[in-house]
């Protein structure tokens, strides 16, 4: 029986300032994405969560995002393919140090906010910033949502995927995410995300938005740690996967 991934975005936080409950989530999940200090996070929030993560045996991932704190990333800001490559390689640098001397060791990374959803549609960008993640690193895997311009460009990079599913967000009939501005993108329900983990996983289906039924592949489920009640929803995903005899474990 295949295993399943859980992943989740954390060290969102900075200084003194805590966006989720890091500790709870990092007993729950596999791997964690961890922001690199430009859309959250600073040196000391970034080693706490790889301290805790390595407690915990969760795999550290970069979360690469756009030099925005005040915006949390979530603000399109327009870049150069260089700057996109050298921010990527900076944050990619800053994280893999601060892992190493947590005592552990990175092993994938992916996009948040706006420089993600530019991701899904943007070819450029994405061929920018995932050539600077194998350039960087040509062992690191790469946490991708199918469908999308970031996923076929590492597959044509030769980059080792794992294909995520977000549990708690609906999709656009064309596979990428709807706008957090449009009612009922985010889904709080634990029922309906229940319901949605099985299928996927079972028929590899998720139904759009609209009532489309669209391909899933998925070796991995996220959870956002910032949505309310993620920790319900972290139990949720993990017995859902569980009663269809799934086993939890982090990515090969």
Request: hydrophobic share 45%.
């Amino acid at each position: 029986m295949k295993t399943i991934d859980i992943n989740s975005d954390l060290g969102e936080g900075y200084g003194d300032y805590a966006k989720a409950d890091d500790a709870a989530i990092l007993g729950l999940i596999t791997s964690a994405n961890v922001a690199c200090g430009f859309h959250a996070g600073d040196y000391m929030t970034m080693h706490q969560t790889a301290v805790l993560a390595n407690k915990n045996g969760v795999r550290i991932g970069a979360h690469v995002g756009y030099p925005d704190i005040q915006g949390f990333g979530r603000r399109h800001i327009a870049y150069t393919p260089k700057e996109l490559e050298l921010m990527t390689i900076y944050q990619l640098g800053a994280l893999r140090a601060i892992a190493e001397h947590a005592g552990s060791r990175l092993t994938h990374a992916n996009f948040h906010g706006a420089l993600g959803n530019l991701s899904f549609v943007d070819e450029d960008v994405s061929l920018a910033t995932l050539s600077a993640v194998k350039a960087f690193d040509p062992t690191l895997k790469f946490v991708a949502l199918p469908h999308t311009a970031a996923y076929r460009v590492a597959q044509k990079l030769g980059i080792d995927i794992v294909a995520s599913f977000l549990a708690d967000r609906a999709y656009t009939p064309d596979g990428v995410l709807v706008s957090r501005k449009t009612p009922g993108a985010v889904i709080h329900d634990p029922a309906v995300i229940r319901e949605r983990v099985q299928r996927v996983l079972q028929d590899g289906k998720v139904r759009a938005i609209d009532g489309t039924e669209l391909d899933m592949p998925v070796d991995s489920i996220l959870v956002h740690s910032d949505t309310p009640d993620s920790i319900e929803i972290a139990r949720t995903i993990r017995q859902a996967a569980q009663d269809i005899g799934y086993p939890i474990a982090a990515f090969a």
